[in-house]
Nanobody
Framework: QVQLVESGGGLVQPGGSLRLSCAAS????????MGWYRQDPGKQRELVAS???????NYADSVKGRFTISRDVAKNTVDLQMNSLKPEDTAVYYC???????????????WGKGTLVTVSS
């Protein structure tokens, strides 16, 4: 089994910064893609940023230039540095990983439980 544990959420004023971290543990042979999604109540979960094991990153248009994703492939961790935060960034942020638990197994999607980010004055 694979577990993803997020940390770093909280309350921040508009214009402020937060850093989210996620660590994957358990039976892990390889992680192909790792990243962050977010969800507002009543809305669909949306991609924020993701990074392949090659280092190629992908960002939602709404966060480009403000958020930066980084990943430590050896440690199975992914971070999201969020700057210039806006009230519309308020959401529950979920860590995501596409994991091959063992060499003979297929890749499977795993999710963390989520961490709340609130941007408000």
């Amino acid at each position: 089994q694979v577990q993803l544990v997020e940390s770093g959420g909280g309350l921040v004023q508009p214009g402020g910064s937060l850093r989210l971290s996620c660590a994957a543990s358990g039976s892990i042979f390889n992680i192909y893609l790792m990243g962050w999604y977010r969800q507002d109540p009543g809305k669909q979960r949306e991609l924020v940023a993701s990074m392949f094991s090659s280092g190629l990153a992908n960002y939602a248009d709404s966060v480009k230039g403000r958020f930066t994703i980084s990943r430590d492939v050896a440690k199975n961790t992914v971070d999201l540095q969020m700057n210039s935060l806006k009230p519309e960034d308020t959401a529950v942020y979920y860590c995501y990983a596409n994991v091959k638990p063992r060499v003979e197994m297929r890749y499977k999607d795993y999710w963390g439980k989520g961490t709340l980010v609130t941007v408000s004055s």
